[in-house]
């Protein structure tokens, strides 16, 4: 028995289902049923697609094949690439918090001296715990981008609170007979003697504290990016913080150059006596250097390039800037007419030649080509360290007169004055943007120009509170703990060592810990205790009065 027999019994209804849903195009037709469908499907989605697809093609960055895994070295690299920073605005209120920080200590500390001169005693348990509150705190709050704003009230409110309890100083019935403290300030002066000045010593202390804060925090999400460094042009604390590092440098390493005081004359330094003295600096710098490049290529730890360069790091950069200063002093010895020299120059090369092209673009195929940023960018640091030391030229010796003490002041105004208006001129009227990158011209004088600012104001506080002191403390015999706190001295004295320490506990950091693994508490702990083990041994050789750099 042969042939086909179809057995399998159809449902009728299915069968034409089937047959209406192949032949829909040919009996489909428009009406209220169909058209909110067909309207939705066919214009409302692809519309809002496309809307979407254009409006978030420029916010969406495409990282690298392991964008998915944080503990990669790729993705660390990544994740600090292509920053844009933040407005100078916003960083200028964060950093302001440091001066109010000044401010709230000093207040503070005059009006417990006023209250009972012969019993203070400022170097106590309770004056410690105090300036880790006042310095410490608000620099934490403030760079995780938590209560900015609260932070700079509280210290403002605390301030003014302090400030109020200072007295004035006794009234002076003749207002024409000369100022006593002028008197007893002019007996004191040594010709040629340099004392250290407390708000030269806070300032330097706290951007030190701000930049090792800085380079472990950046490795964390607390950590907003717009405070890292930027790509190539911009501006943002980090940045800020690496120039202010050689400008505070360059303002008290002029100390070397000044004339000094010897068999009852002055005496000037000379050039081989300066270039000793700056290969003797240069060494312990351009050493580690070296090792940091040594340990960073052993253990694979990431590295963003386009900063310095593949070999050169931040320590060879301060490690040149000793050897080139005797020299450039003896080809013209006016400090401000050589920086200004040298920016010029240099940015007439990178906007006039295909200098900056090269130095954006170029293929890191040679020793010079691979390591463009560090090279070139050493100029514009070589500048900045001129600027400070003009600047340190002019604050750092010993003013004869009290009148001369404070006309420092004005000084100090008109190096911001200047900056400020060189700056302006290159970025709104020529439109060059600053760059870390290339430590152009810009961001030289924004960096001159901001740490000119912060030491003048420094120098305010301090001359409005020391003004209330006796004639006799015009200048000298004020009691310990009165002009500095403990923390800061400690970090001050041996900065050089604290930024040792900081970059070495920050790689030990991050080869223990996947930092962009932890949670906000943990991270928060981490930077804490960091923060705690980099100034623990700066405030031991401080206690056994060791002073290394």
Not at 45 to 73: E, F, H, M
Not at 185 to 190: D, E, L, P, Q, V
Not at 275 to 287: R, S
Not at 407 to 423: E, P
Request: hydrophobic share 45%; proline share 5%; charged share 15%.
């Amino acid at each position: 028995m042969g042939g086909h027999h179809d057995t399998l019994l159809k449902d009728p209804a299915i069968e034409e289902w089937i047959w209406m849903r192949q032949n829909t195009h040919r009996y489909f037709k428009i009406n209220r049923r169909t058209a909110p469908a067909l309207i939705g499907m066919g214009l409302i989605i692809p519309a809002a697609t496309i809307y979407l697809a254009i409006a978030s093609q420029d916010k969406i960055s495409v990282g690298p094949k392991v964008k998915n895994d944080p503990t990669s070295k790729e993705f660390k690299e990544w994740r600090v690439s292509n920053l844009e920073g933040s407005s100078m605005t916003e960083i200028h209120i964060v950093i302001s918090t440091m001066v109010l920080s000044y401010w709230c200590w000093k207040c503070k500390t005059a009006a417990e001296f006023h209250r009972s001169p012969a019993e203070f005693a400022g170097r106590g348990w309770s004056h410690f715990l105090f300036e880790g509150v006042v310095f410490l705190a608000p620099m934490f709050l403030v760079l995780t981008d938590s209560y900015v704003y609260q932070t700079i009230a509280a210290l403002a409110t605390a301030s003014i609170y302090f400030r109020w309890q200072i007295p004035d100083a006794p009234y002076r019935h003749d207002k024409w007979a000369p100022d006593p403290r002028a008197e007893e300030f002019s007996k004191s002066y040594i010709p040629g003697r340099v004392t250290a000045k407390p708000y030269l010593s806070i300032y330097r202390a706290e951007m030190m504290l701000l930049t090792c804060f800085c380079i472990l925090a950046v490795d964390f999400n607390v950590f907003p990016l717009k405070f890292a460094k930027v790509e190539t042009f911009g501006t943002s604390i980090m940045d800020l913080g690496v120039g202010s590092f050689v400008f505070s440098a360059g303002v008290v390493g002029v100390k070397a150059f000044l004339p000094r005081y010897a068999d009852g004359k002055l005496k000037v330094t000379s050039l081989g006596h300066q270039l000793k003295a700056g290969l003797w600096t240069a060494f312990p710098l351009l050493a580690l250097g070296v090792a940091r490049l040594v340990m960073t290529e052993s253990v694979d730890y990431q590295k963003h390039v386009s900063e310095y360069g593949t070999h050169w790091n931040f320590f060879i950069t301060l490690g040149f800037l000793p050897i080139f200063v005797p020299l450039g002093l003896c080809v013209y010895s006016d400090l401000r007419v050589t920086s200004m020299a040298l920016l010029v120059v240099y940015q007439a090369m990178l906007s006039l030649t295909p200098l900056g092209n090269w130095l954006e673009n170029a293929e890191r195929t040679g020793l010079v080509s691979a390591n463009r940023e560090g090279i070139l960018s050493f100029v514009g640091y070589l500048a900045i360290f001129l600027m400070g030391m003009s600047l340190g030229r002019e604050i750092l010796p010993d003013a004869q007169t009290f009148k001369e003490r404070r006309m420092r002041l004005v000084s100090v105004l008109g190096v911001w004055t200047t900056a400020c208006i060189s700056y302006l001129l290159l970025g709104f009227v020529l439109g060059v943007q600053p760059s870390r990158r290339f430590a152009n011209a810009p961001y030289c004088f924004w960096v001159a120009g901001f740490n000119s600012a912060m030491i003048w104001l420094y120098m305010l506080i301090e001359e409005d509170v020391d003004s209330k002191l006796p004639p006799k403390m015009a200048r000298a015999g004020r009691p310990s703990g009165y002009d500095m706190p403990v923390i800061v001295e400690a970090v001050n004295i041996n900065s050089l060592s604290t930024f040792l320490v900081a970059n070495l506990l920050t790689g030990s950091v991050n080869m223990l810990v996947e930092t962009l693994l932890c949670e906000s508490a943990v991270a928060y702990s981490i930077l804490a205790g960091y923060t705690l083990l980099f100034m623990l041994p700066a405030l031991l050789l401080y206690r056994s009065g060791i002073r290394l750099r």
